[in-house]
């Protein structure tokens, strides 16, 4: 029986358990200049020295005013290969996975000058107003994701992940709330499945790609899970491999559609779209129980699960929860004593 501790292959990415690692921003790129430094190597490696199957790099975008601040990291030049090549060649070290999360964050870019966006549209009043993309800028936006794969897969990550939730660019396109355009792009999935075509055009046939996806919008003129559902076919069709499903991001929560915010709130989620779309899923949202962790694999609501902010307190809680749930699992030979 699959358990949080029981291999995983899907391709040629093969991961010693099923506990990730989620994309967080750690908003310390202090040179502003997209690069990742010694705090990511040390943030990404620890967790990897922690037993994690699968570490997700946080949210990398395609242009400097795509980040959602200046100390975010960025992907945009073939001179950032080597940075990302040391966080990857460490964590393969430690027998870890590592896959990177490409991304734009549209009009949540919170130092541009100008956002840019499908519609201007502004995300709230604490925002700045985004311009609209004209078609030409949407089709060369396309091309900027496809050169950050590249990029991504010259620097030996093993797998991509696809930012399309919590109201980034992607997001912002495949969401009648915020893509009010005119021209071809008005096809709400059209921007992102040309997004994963070119990622695709870029990767190995053996590699995953990743899609982050919010299944459903928490606003009340949003879209919902009948919806995001159709959305993640849609993508499924275009060549994404795996959904992250997660929820929400692109507004202020109306009540009607508060999901609260208990443990394990956006599993089910998950689940749907493991049984409708019929690819493989991460499930996210506070799963940092052990327990509770190794139940959404054995009920299999989820074929992976993401662990964020418990793993943000304690780095080796994969060591831990193993411990916790009497599994096997290898301890590096330093840290033994402390765990015997």
């Not at 100390?71 to 080597?82: A, R």
């Not at 915010?261 to 049984?275: D, I, N, Q, S, T």
Request: a negative charge.
């Amino acid at each position: 029986m699959d358990q949080l501790f029981s291999p995983f292959q899907i391709k040629k990415l093969e991961l010693k358990n099923r506990v990730v690692m989620p994309p967080m921003c750690q908003y310390s790129v202090t040179k502003e200049d997209g690069t990742p430094n010694d705090w990511h190597y040390n943030h990404y490696i620890s967790r990897a020295v922690g037993g994690t199957g699968l570490v997700i790099v946080e949210m990398t975008n395609v242009e400097p005013d795509g980040r959602i601040s200046n100390n975010c990291l960025g992907f945009w030049s073939d001179e950032q290969i080597p940075a990302y090549k040391k966080i990857v060649d460490a964590v393969h070290a430690q027998g870890s996975k590592i896959a990177i999360q490409i991304a734009h964050a549209g009009r949540k870019a919170e130092d541009a000058e100008t956002p840019v966006a499908p519609s201007a549209i502004r995300f709230s009043e604490k925002y700045k107003e985004p311009r609209a993309l004209s078609t030409a800028e949407v089709k060369e936006m396309v091309d900027k994701f496809r050169q950050s794969v590249r990029r991504a897969v010259e620097a030996g990550f093993d797998a991509i992940e696809l930012h399309g939730a919590h109201g980034y660019l992607i997001h912002q396109f495949h969401s009648s709330y915020t893509n009010k355009r005119d021209d071809e792009y008005r096809e709400l999935t059209r921007f992102g499945t040309e997004v994963v075509k070119a990622a695709k055009s870029e990767m190995p046939e053996d590699m995953p790609l990743i899609m982050r996806i919010s299944a459903t919008e928490f606003v009340e003129e949003g879209y919902q899970l009948p919806d995001g559902i159709e959305l993640a076919k849609a993508y499924k069709e275009a060549g994404v491999d795996m959904f992250h499903i997660s929820a929400g991001g692109e507004g202020a929560i109306a009540p009607s559609r508060n999901p609260g915010g208990h443990a394990g709130y956006m599993v089910p989620f998950a689940r749907a779209m493991r049984e409708a779309v019929e690819v493989p899923v991460i499930a996210v949202g506070r799963l940092e129980d052990a327990h509770l962790a190794d139940s959404i694999i054995g009920n299999q609501d989820a074929d992976l699960v993401a662990v964020g902010r418990g793993m943000l307190r304690d780095p080796y809680w994969t060591i831990r929860a193993a411990r916790e749930l009497g599994q096997e699992i290898e301890v590096p030979v330093q840290y033994e004593r402390g765990f015997a």
